[in-house]
């Protein structure tokens, strides 16, 4: 089975830093996505990691360690248009994909 | 990428109705997926094909009904659902069901919201 946790909401101010954390509990481990949802739109998808460490794709960056079950995604330089849902996902030996729950993120002004 | 297209965006039907979701792939992707998506749930995948050949049907109830004539298009047929099956409809794409992930990168379409009445 499978058990991702990400925080439900976080709130943080227009150029400030922000880290969502993504914890996941699985069996048969073998990656890691990141996806961006608006409300009303579709997911967009971000980055992945399967390596432990850093990938840094300009104001987001996401980073994996698989001996703590751990992954997180900083965004920097905050926008009002980052405001949205920001999806975490287990790939699995299956290949199918572990959706987290999501953490909303509020950008405010 | 908006290379995954949806109809209806938005869809209210009975219980005793029934209704197709249509899902178009612009990316000539190999792999097509269904997934749910209730409000402060996780998404839930439903159902994934590979190559036009269903290789998830993941205990979805028979009142949901896929079908994938091509590689570019899917299809959810609805049949007498409970209100409890209101969500958000997902469709997404990927080049290839099994490859790495680069090639399993998924890109959804904007979704149906449906409301079972």
């Known amino acids: 089975g499978q058990n991702i946790d990400q925080p439900t909401e976080m709130t943080a101010t227009e150029g400030a830093i922000v880290q969502i954390n993504c914890t996941y509990q699985?069996?048969?481990?073998?990656?890691l996505f990141w996806y961006q949802q608006h409300a009303g739109e579709a997911p967009t998808f971000l980055s992945y990691?399967?390596?432990?460490g850093l990938e840094e794709k300009g104001r987001f960056s996401s980073f994996l360690s698989r001996s703590k079950g751990y992954s997180y995604l900083l965004l920097k330089e905050l926008q009002m248009k980052d405001s949205a849902s920001y999806l975490c996902?287990?790939?699995?030996?299956?290949?199918?994909?572990?959706f987290g729950a999501g953490t909303t993120v509020t950008v405010r002004a | 990428e908006t290379g995954v297209t949806q109809t209806p965006r938005h869809l209210v039907m009975g219980m005793t109705n029934k209704k197709s979701l249509k899902c178009e792939q612009h990316l000539g992707h190999n792999a097509m997926y269904w997934y749910k998506q209730s409000a402060k749930k996780p998404l839930e995948l439903m159902f994934v094909?590979?190559?036009?050949?269903?290789?998830e049907n993941n205990s979805v109830p028979s009142r949901f009904s896929p079908e994938c004539p091509n590689s570019s298009h899917l299809f959810l047929h609805l049949h007498t659902l409970q209100p409890e099956d209101s969500a958000l409809y997902l469709c997404?794409?990927?080049?290839?069901?099994?490859?790495?992930?680069?090639?399993?990168?998924?890109?959804f379409g904007p979704g149906t919201r449906l409301l079972v009445l």
């Open positions: 996902a287990v790939r699995k030996n299956d290949y199918k994909l572990s």
């Open positions: 699985t069996s048969g481990f073998n990656g």
């Open positions: 094909y590979s190559l036009e050949e269903r290789v």
């Open positions: 997404a794409s990927s080049q290839d069901f099994a490859g790495g992930l680069y090639q399993e990168t998924q890109y």
């Open positions: 990691n399967v390596l432990d």
